[in-house]
T-cell receptor
């Protein structure tokens, strides 16, 4: 069965530190999609990245980077030089090719202290 | 362009009542999905509509229903409300179910059942 695990419930770091959020997934499909979303206190889920199962290239966008490793079924997210505005809950999600719904991890609450 | 609009933002209802939530997708998007978010269960898929047809349904009781109109706007209805239905209800839109461009979410409707 499909499943997404975000083992870190809450992470607290001081501003300017680097932080990595872990995501491990389970699926039987060979074609699937992985997502990261950010949820600030306002509640809206903000799309950060989508990656399909055939593209294992790492992605960098400004201070954000993602490491996708099929061998370990992981899709980790790193924020470099964190800022207070990065404080939010971050969700990892999986969508299988056979089923379009998003399967969500429990989320990681990230607290960046000034 | 306008984002996904959900109305109302907040709602307080009494047990046993029914409620209707509305979602207007991004112009041109034809797929609308609904998710329930609670502290205990996290984010869970409710249903997905495309071209006025329900394509997929999550594991929720029949009290939860929805529909989509010809202009792609969607409504979800919850009848005979229970305390456990208190949650943030999020709507997401995409071009179509298979686009995987990254679902765009609205700010949600926070429903409180008393």
């Amino acid at each position: 069965a499909q499943k997404v695990t975000q083992a870190q419930t809450e992470i607290s770091v001081v501003e300017k530190e680097d932080v990595t959020l872990d995501c491990v997934y389970e699926t039987r499909d060979t074609t699937y999609y992985l997502f990261w979303y950010k949820q600030p206190p306002s509640g809206e889920l903000v799309f950060l990245i989508r990656r399909n199962s055939f593209d294992e290239q790492n992605e960098i966008s400004g201070r954000y980077s993602w490491n996708f490793q099929k061998s370990t079924s992981s899709f980790n997210f790193t924020i470099t030089a964190s800022q207070v505005v990065d404080s939010a809950v971050y969700f990892c999600a999986l969508s299988e090719n056979s089923n379009y719904q998003l399967i969500w991890g429990a989320g990681t609450k990230l607290i960046i202290k000034p | 362009k306008a984002g996904v609009t959900q109305t109302p933002r907040y709602l307080i209802k009494t047990r046993g009542q029914q409620v209707t939530l509305s979602c207007s997708p991004i112009s041109g998007h034809r797929s609308v999905s609904w998710y329930q978010q609670t502290p205990g269960q996290g984010l869970q898929f409710l249903f997905e509509y495309f071209s006025e047809t329900q394509r997929n349904k999550g594991n929720f009781p029949g009290r939860f229903s929805g529909r989509q109109f010809s202009n792609s706007r969607s409504e979800m209805n919850v009848s005979t409300l229970e305390l456990g239905d208190s949650a943030l209800y999020l709507c997401a839109s995409s071009l179509d179910p298979g686009s995987r461009d990254g679902y765009t979410f609205g700010s949600g409707t926070r429903l409180t059942v008393v």
